[in-house]
């Protein structure tokens, strides 16, 4: 069993910096692309970035300017630096994985999503 553990969300007031984590942990193989996305109430889920298992990346190209996705291999963990936060950025955020329990077999896992609201 493959857990992915989002932390690092809270309240911050507008032109201030967060630093997303998200955590794998259980039977893990690899890791492959690992995704962040954001949801608020009533819209649909927005995909902010992405990084391959190479460190390539990609962005919303809204985000691009302030958002830095990263990871840690070693500690099976992906990062999302969230910088001048606005208030249009509060939202769940969530973490997803490909993770390999075998050198062929894989499956997308989700976290449960962590809160960043940002005041005015």
């Known amino acids: 069993q493959v857990q992915l553990m989002e932390s690092g969300g809270g309240l911050v007031q507008a032109g201030e910096s967060l630093r997303l984590s998200c955590t794998a942990s259980?039977?893990?193989?690899?890791?492959?692309?690992m995704r962040w996305y954001r949801q608020t109430p009533g819209k649909q889920r927005e995909l902010v970035a992405t990084?391959?298992?190479?460190?390539?990346?990609t962005y919303a190209d809204s985000l691009k300017a302030r958002f830095t996705i990263s990871r840690d291999s070693r500690k099976n963990t992906t990062y999302l630096q969230m910088t001048s936060l606005e208030p249009e950025d509060t939202a769940v955020y969530s973490c997803?994985?490909?993770?390999?329990?075998?050198?062929?077999?894989?499956?997308?896992?989700w976290g449960q999503g962590t809160q960043v609201t940002v005041s005015s």
């Open positions: 997803s994985g490909r993770i390999f329990a075998t050198p062929t077999t894989w499956r997308d896992y």
């Open positions: 990084v391959t298992s190479d460190g390539t990346t």
């Open positions: 259980g039977s893990i193989f690899r890791i492959g692309i």
